[in-house]
Every structure is written in structure tokens, then in C-alpha cells.
Nanobody
Framework: QVHLVESGGGSVQAGGSLRLSCVVS????????MGWFRQVPGKEREREAV?????????NYADSVKGRFIISWDAAKNTLYLQMNSLKPEDTAMYYC??????????????????????WGKGTLVTISS
């Protein structure tokens, strides 16, 4: 079974930084799209794709976080990271990591279209105060 466990969330002031981690276990497929998604608590809107990295080493970011967030994958530790800098109040959300058994992250993730990732973590809450 594939398990994803996020950590690193918390409360910081605007302009601060946080690093999220996601430990992935049980994933034995050669191809992957690993990503971070977020959803504002209490909102019905679908989870927004924030950043993704695939087995080809390609990275993608939502326009709202480009230049501020960095996604990385440490294969030795089976851990996905999201370095978040210059945080804004609008970054406040529950952040989820997810994995999909494809060799490249689908482009539809970055144009606001829905895509059903195969595996999800339970999330970690990030709160940014102004």
C-alpha cells in the first residue's frame, strides 16, 4: 500500500517561510508525478495544484506561487518537499501531497482542470497572518 504523510505546516507571518515534507512509502512504480495541492478549509472549491515534479525531473508551478515556492524530491529519503518563501495570507490552506503513476505530470493540472491523482496524504495546515 502507498502511504503519504505530510508535515511541516504551521502558522507564520506574511513574508515568512515554511518547508513542507511528505514521506512516501510503498510506492514501487518507475514513473511518477508527485505534487502539492492546497484547499482552503471550509471552501467547496477543488484542491488547487500548487507544484509538481515528475520522474523526468520536470517541475511545474501554479502561477500564484512561481518564484516563491520550490518543489523537490529526495529519492534517497523517499521524501517530497515544498519550500515556501515570501508567504502571503492568501497562501493559507490545507496542503496535501499526492502521487500518480504516470511518467509526467498532466498539463491539465496547471490550467485549472481537474485531474484525479492516485494517492493522497491527509494534509498539513498552513496559516499565514498579515
Amino acid at each position: 500500500q502507498v502511504h503519504l504523510v505530510e508535515s511541516g505546516g504551521g502558522s507564520v507571518q506574511a513574508g515568512g517561510s515554511l518547508r513542507l515534507s511528505c514521506v512516501v512509502s510503498g510506492y514501487s512504480y518507475s514513473g511518477y508525478c508527485m505534487g502539492w495541492f492546497r484547499q482552503v478549509p471550509g471552501k467547496e472549491r477543488e484542491r488547487e495544484a500548487v507544484a509538481g515534479i515528475d520522474s523526468g525531473g520536470n517541475t511545474n508551478y501554479a502561477d500564484s506561487v512561481k518564484g516563491r515556492f520550490i518543489i523537490s524530491w529526495d529519492a534517497a529519503k523517499n521524501t517530497l518537499y515544498l519550500q515556501m518563501n515570501s508567504l502571503k495570507p492568501e497562501d493559507t490552506a490545507m496542503y496535501y501531497c499526492a502521487a500518480d503513476r504516470v511518467a509526467a505530470c498532466p498539463k491539465r493540472l496547471w490550467v485549472g482542470q481537474y485531474y484525479a491523482m492516485d494517492y493522497w496524504g491527509k494534509g498539513t495546515l498552513v496559516t499565514i497572518s498579515s
